[in-house]
């Protein structure tokens, strides 16, 4: 299913409570994943926890879907979403990527069209002799218009993607931030209604280290080891995204990491292990980030992940679950599988327990991690300079 990012009608933005997205093959609980469809664009845009199950005490059992059971526990957010799936459906946040930029660009109408026009037309970047800066601008521009857009549009936070290519420089990404931060303050959206979003690099766990110490909320992402993810809770990241299914998808086609190798000797999946050691860490330890669990593939995966902050679910498995009803003999019981108290138990080994630095996190990322982090960064380095590419074969827009 797919967004379709034409101008709705007014009693389809006035029900719809929010917008949430994902970036293509980037599963997130703040992005927007586009492909250049000349129809349409795919679209994927704190409850207090019961402690360990869900029972007839805590849920009307005899009335209730799946979808609600599993709602206890975690906040279940739509893969993709269509302006018709707001009300079977609603999302609560969205993302600003270079996918989404260049699904507005390849569609002739659309309700964020003008915000990306505007950016082409503004007069600073116009004034701007080096051509490169005046792309960077016009970017940077078109990014903060089409975010401020969907923060008028969706009741939770807007996160804004930040350039893959300077995954490997913090001060870059830092400035890379502040710049996006002035844009959005501009346009009067407040801070707190803001994340950034920024690879699992040391280097852009660094910079989400030093973002965060300011008050600036990051969302560290492309994270596929438990080094990674202990590095990115120590850093105070606000949200930490693992994706579960991609790294199934490395076990099963590769090996030689011995962190998936030991996963698989206790008989575990290991991207559901990876979200339950990461959680347990962050728990046990007092980390103040929250977990998002991505790319979950089935109903059993999410079953295995309840107590988890956020998992982004497909919507074959949405529907799936709003039209199970959820009886007292269900094959599943809706156990909360993560949860502070199980975390406290939870034994750790000394190597684990480290400050993370450079070199320790680097060294312990296994082949699956180094790959799929790689992979990550290589496509959305490609969206990036696809979307230069365009603004400076339509810059300038002909109103100008």
């Keep these: 299913m797919s967004l379709t990012l034409q101008t709705p009608s007014s009693t389809t933005l006035s029900s719809a409570s929010s917008i949430h997205s994902t970036t293509r093959r980037s599963t997130s609980y703040f992005s927007i994943r586009s492909t250049l469809s000349p129809k349409t664009i795919h679209c994927n845009s704190r409850r207090s926890y019961p402690q360990t199950r869900a029972s007839a005490s805590s849920i009307n059992i005899a009335s209730t879907t799946e ?34 930029l ?30 490169n800066a005046r792309v960077s601008c016009f970017v940077n521009k078109a990014f903060a218009n089409v975010g401020s857009d969907l923060a008028k549009l969706v009741p939770g936070r807007v996160s804004t993607e930040v350039d ?20 959005y303050n501009d346009s009067n959206v407040p801070p707190e209604r803001l994340l950034f979003k920024i690879p699992s690099t040391w280097q852009g766990i660094e910079a989400a280290r030093l973002l965060e ?25 606000s949200v930490i995204q693992i994706f579960v299914g991609r790294i199934r998808d ?16 206790r008989g575990e999946d290991p991207g559901l292990a990876l979200v339950t050691k990461a959680y347990n860490y962050i728990h046990k330890y007092g980390h103040k980030s929250k977990l998002m669990a991505a790319a979950v593939r089935n109903k059993q995966d999410l079953f ?30 809706f156990v909360r599988r993560l949860s502070p108290q199980s975390a406290a ?8 327990l480290v400050q993370w630095d450079h070199d320790s996190m680097v060294n312990a990322m296994g082949p699956a991690a180094v790959q799929l982090l790689a992979a990550g960064l290589d496509g959305h380095a490609d969206q990036a300079k696809r979307v230069e590419d365009l603004f400076e074969k339509i810059w300038p827009p002909p109103n100008v």
């Excluded at 059971?69 to 600003?96: G, M, N, Q, R």
């Excluded at 830092?174 to 002035?182: P, S, T």
């Design 67 to 100: 979808l609600d059971a599993v709602s206890a526990f975690s906040e279940i957010v739509p893969d993709t979403v269509v302006f018709d799936d707001f009300e079977k459906f609603p999302p609560t946040a969205a993302t600003v990527s270079s996918s989404l």
């Design 102 to 131: 260049l699904g507005i660009c390849g569609l002739p109408d659309t309700i964020f069209r003008n915000a990306v026009e505007m950016a082409l037309a503004d007069s600073e970047c116009y004034g701007i002799e080096n051509p």
């Design 164 to 183: 893959a290519r300077l995954a490997y420089d913090t001060h870059a990404i830092i400035r890379k931030v502040h710049d996006l931060l002035k844009l």
């Design 213 to 237: 110490s300011e008050g600036i909320q990051t969302h560290l992402t492309f994270v596929y080891s438990f080094a990674q993810a202990a590095a990115a809770a120590q850093a105070g990241a």
């Design 250 to 265: 490395w076990a099963r086609n590769h090996s030689g990491d011995a962190e998936i190798e030991s996963a698989q000797l």
């Design 304 to 333: 295995s992940l309840l107590g988890v902050d956020y998992i982004i679910a497909p919507l074959k498995v949405l529907q799936s679950l709003k039209e199970s009803v959820a009886s007292p003999d269900e094959k599943y019981s």
């Design 345 to 352: 138990m939870y034994q750790f080994r000394e190597e684990e």
